[in-house]
């Protein structure tokens, strides 16, 4: 039997890390057993589903790389089926017309809350006939003995009692059909042979499993998820940070970090936080989630998107990049290569946007220097040395790291001067103050013209910061 497993979101909102996580591991069970993945999308909430959702959910998927073989999807396009099942159901009676009015039932659960009792429907329209042409809901006949059990993947042998479970409602007064119906009806429809989903589905998953069999239907293997909590211990949800997938690729994170971090929140493997997308196929198992919840932590999820930065080809991250700089009106293409920038600062940044930050000195020139830093270096000593310095580079032929290297070294030698005399306020003028490599390695990528430009505006404003004081 090829393993069949599926990701359905409702687009009531944007794609979020729990769903993403759910994503994931559905994709990855997929994967590694030459299964196949399918999107889709469950919009009958048509008061809430919106296009702008559908859209971010597609747009996070592709982002993320978890690419499904079939769909998408939409629910809202097979009605039809639906009722073409809803039909065959009443028929066979395993389900019956409703007709009790909003009153009756708030008054049935406000009596049942008072005895203490668990508010279900009490099935007085079992064997009622109604006409079919006066509003009406259609509900699932739930067999009233017995049990349901079931063996879930990740929390083992599950049991709900038939007499708990009530008549659910499979299509509502407006003709629309409802969640449990839908879901069953795509999943047998699909083939879906796996169905990883959160834990908040584990009530929903007895009536799903009912209906299937009133259907005749096999049943799909169920593995229930638990929830992510935010570091407060509470239910992650937008306070806690980003909703939107695509928050992360805009505050500068790598799609592959990001599946990192999400697969390791309830899945291990031995003690490595690190992993590939290939590896993660090779090695992710179900039958290892945890049945525990798992705590969101950013700091986390910043240290590994470091090691990513860190890890990765420079060509790779600077593409990547380049949008965050254009985000800052920057050029990458008027500038140095932006591949060897990304080599020389890629440790010294958590995030693509603090990365594009810290370059972008390379391109453009600034005007204000970091204070403390200033008011270590530009002092009148330094006056000197930078007027050395920029005659030798000015002088220079060749414009390389080696002979720029020469140039400050013979600056250091000719003045008899610790190199960080010349060092200190020369890195300044350079970079303004922002994190740098090696100084010879930084001035050649500013570049030539650039650097004599700079080193002339440090020198005026040392001049300004002397005459100011005095």
Same mark, same amino acid.
């Given at each position: ?47 809430? /589903? ?40 009443? +028929? ?40 079919? /042409?006066?509003?009406?809901? @259609? ?52 083939? @879906? ?146 591949? +060897? ?16 930050? @810290? ?11 970091? +204070? ?91 001049? +300004? ?6």
């Amino acid at each position: 039997m090829k393993v069949r497993t599926r990701f359905a979101p409702s687009p009531t909102g944007y794609l979020h890390v729990g769903g993403v996580r759910t994503a994931l591991f559905s994709w990855l069970y997929a994967r590694k057993h030459g299964g196949e993945f399918v999107l889709r999308v469950e919009d009958t909430d048509l008061e809430r /589903s919106t296009t702008e959702s559908v859209n971010a959910i597609l747009e996070g998927m592709t982002w993320l790389g978890l690419e499904y073989d079939e769909g998408p999807f939409y629910q809202t396009e097979r009605f039809d089926r639906y009722n073409q099942v809803i039909d065959e159901l009443l +028929e066979q009676g395993h389900a019956y017309r409703c007709n009790c009015s909003r009153e009756r039932l708030d008054s049935l659960r406000e009596q049942q809350m008072q005895n203490k009792q668990k508010p279900r429907y009490d099935g007085h329209c079992r064997s009622r006939e109604i006409d079919p /042409s006066e509003p009406h809901v @259609i509900r699932f006949k739930n067999p009233v003995e017995g049990s349901v059990v079931f063996d879930d993947m990740v929390r083992g042998r599950i049991v709900f009692q038939n007499n708990e479970l009530d008549d659910l409602i499979i299509r509502r007064t407006d003709g629309a059909p409802t969640y449990n119906l839908t879901v069953v009806v795509d999943d047998d429809d699909m083939g @879906i042979t796996h169905v990883i989903r959160g834990d908040d589905h584990v009530n929903n998953t007895p009536r799903q499993i009912n209906l299937l069999k009133a259907m005749g239907k096999e049943l799909p293997r169920y593995a229930h998820v638990p929830m992510i909590l935010g570091d407060d211990g509470a239910r992650l949800s937008k306070r806690h940070g980003a909703v939107n997938v695509m928050q992360y690729r805009d505050e500068g994170f790598l799609p592959e970090a990001l599946l990192n971090y999400l697969v390791r929140l309830g899945w291990s493997y031995e003690d490595r936080e690190i992993f590939s997308v290939d590896e993660m196929v090779e090695l992710f198992d179900v039958d290892a989630i945890n049945r525990s919840a798992s705590t969101f932590n950013t700091e986390k999820l910043l240290w590994i998107n470091q090691q990513y930065i860190m890890a990765s080809e420079p060509k790779h991250i600077a593409r990547l990049m380049s949008v965050h700089m254009g985000h800052m009106d920057i050029d990458p293409t008027e500038g140095p290569d932006l591949v +060897e920038v990304v080599s020389a600062q890629r440790e010294r940044a958590k995030t693509l946007v603090e990365l594009a930050h @810290i370059c972008a000195f390379y391109y453009r020139d600034f005007d204000t220097y970091n +204070e403390k830093s200033a008011k270590k270096a530009f002092k009148e000593a330094a006056i000197a040395p930078l007027e050395a310095i920029k005659i030798k580079l000015g002088a220079l032929q060749a414009w390389d790291r080696e002979s720029i290297h020469a140039a400050m070294q013979s600056v250091v030698d000719e003045m008899e001067i610790g190199f960080g005399k010349l060092g200190m306020p020369l890195r300044l003028a350079v970079t303004g103050g922002a994190p740098s490599p090696d100084l010879d390695l930084t001035i050649y990528l500013v570049g030539k013209e650039a650097s004599l430009r700079r080193i002339d505006q440090a020198l005026a404003t040392i001049q +300004e910061r002397i005459a100011s004081a005095s």
